[in-house]
């Protein structure tokens, strides 16, 4: 057996896969029970580039399918010349995977980080439902389905048509979508109480003595039989700076929150006040922080997760954007998550490889996520290189229906709850770039993010000066040289030069000076007023 095959045969049986949350069994109270665990489930995956008859059953004989390794294109391309049609059709996948003996009487859950453009789930010949959207995570819960003792199968119908019901599509997009399961699929196994999600929140960082808000969202709490209790630590790297701990009420309050999850969720906010010693998050110290947060009933240890932050005061004014209150000048680019042969489906590595280019080699200190949230190991590379981030939904130019704008405000929330712990991102995306104005819809959004997160400014990608101004941040897309002067506060220039003088780099020296040039020439214009906050080109 080579190395190969037996990476295919030992992934499909995942007791030996896990990763923290917690390691299966470590330190989870007296019955070794796995309190919190992910297990990647990245390879072992058949495909199908069309839907099978069967497909979805438990029985069904997948060995004539290909295998293949998640992050997956559904269609490897040529490096130019095609047409987007190629991978505009539905596929399968299907794994195959047993689930470990000790997460009996636990809760198991599949997450996916992202699969283009809607994905319907099945486990066992089950229908579990259908998610819209190809750049939020989603995840669904595989319990009441699952044989414990012997082999399960998941099976996805991948939709990667231009559906018009799902943004960013129903009209024309200047973007390739590509398809397929392109970022990391994991089970999250977790008792029946545990925690759903945290958000920390740094306050009075300038002050020399800054506090931090930990925001703890728990599922399930009412239904604990014992008191519950959240312990949090405050870890520079592995060394413990503070301590908190408190006792949950008796029953546990229900949250009026709108972070949390709907329906039985509860979140608590403990809160480590006086810090000394802190370092800030800056562009060129990057000092991050951890929370690691335990939930116990009694003297056993539920469920334990952690977080990674930073400390930084990050604000548009009237007088530019102030990070740590020192005035900034933003000078970025926009960047896409698409790479030859394989569209989206890069891993991990290459994505944090274009956040070092962004930042140590062409010198951004922002980068622009068009047109869509983008992958988790690039925001965490962000973070590690002090590159700014201005993350935005899905979308271009097209507003649909009431449903579809349902689904938009829907990536709005999930956006944020999945990446509001990242100190680079100092900015929301709450408009459809370029898009026309629509009150009703952008008060929505503007209001979601901030009810979300009081703790960011949002902004919303325009074209013409007179749009409505919903946002904290007037972002605009000015292709004009020279640019339009500011006529708002907080004014960021988006898009300039781009389509109104393409080049390639087989283009004559000529031409790509004059690139150069214009570039240039923008850059000077945005450094000498101080209303323009910076601008990405």
Known sequence: MDRRDFIRTTSTLLAGASLARRALGEAAGTNGAPGGMILPINRGWRFSPKPVEGGHEKDFDDSSLERVVIPHTNKRLPWHGFDEKEYD??????????????????????????????????VNGVRLGEYKGGYTPFSFELTPHLDWKGENVLAVD?????????????????????????????????????????????KNVLSGKPSVDIECFLENAKNSKKPLVIEIELLDGNQTIAKVSEK???????????????????????????????????????????????????????????R???????????????????VIKLRGLDRHQTFPYVGQAMPGRVQRRDANILRNKLYCNIVRTSHYPQSKHFLDACDEFGLLVLEEIPGWQHIGDEAWKEISVDNVRRMIRRDWNHPS????????????????????????????????????????????FLEDVFTMNDFGFPLKPPNHPRYLNTEFVGHTYPTKTIDNVERLTEHTLRHARIHDQLASNPQYAGGIG
Do not use: C
Request: hydrophobic share 35%; no cysteine.
């Open 89 to 122: 059709f539905v596929s399968l996948y299907r794994r195959r995977f047993k689930v470990p003996s000790r997460a009996k009487g636990y809760r198991v859950f599949v997450d996916f980080e992202g699969v283009m453009t809607a994905a319907t789930l099945y």
């Open 248 to 306: 949950l009420p008796t029953p546990p309050r229900k949250t009026t929150n709108p972070a949390a999850e709907a329906g039985t969720s509860s979140s608590y906010v403990l809160s480590l006040n006086n810090l000394a010693g802190i370092k800030v998050w800056d562009l060129k110290e990057r000092n991050l922080y951890s929370v690691r947060v335990r939930l116990l009933a009694g003297a056993q240890v539920l469920d334990e997760d952690s």
């Open 425 to 468: 991102i100092i900015l929301w995306g709450v408009r459809i770039n370029e898009s026309k104005d629509d009150h009703d819809f952008y008060t929505r959004t503007n209001a979601a993010a901030h009810q979300l997160d009081p703790t960011r400014q949002t902004g919303g990608i325009r074209y013409f000066q007179e749009s409505e």
């Open 308 to 326: 990674r932050f930073g400390f930084r005061q990050a604000e548009f004014t009237d007088h530019g954007f102030e990070l740590n209150g020192k």
């Open 158 to 202: 991948v939709d990667s048509t231009e559906r018009p019901d799902i943004p960013p599509f129903g009209y024309e997009i200047d973007y390739l979508t590509f398809g397929g399961i392109y970022r990391e699929v994991s089970l999250r196994v977790v008792p029946e109480t545990y925690i759903e999600n945290i958000f920390v929140r740094p």
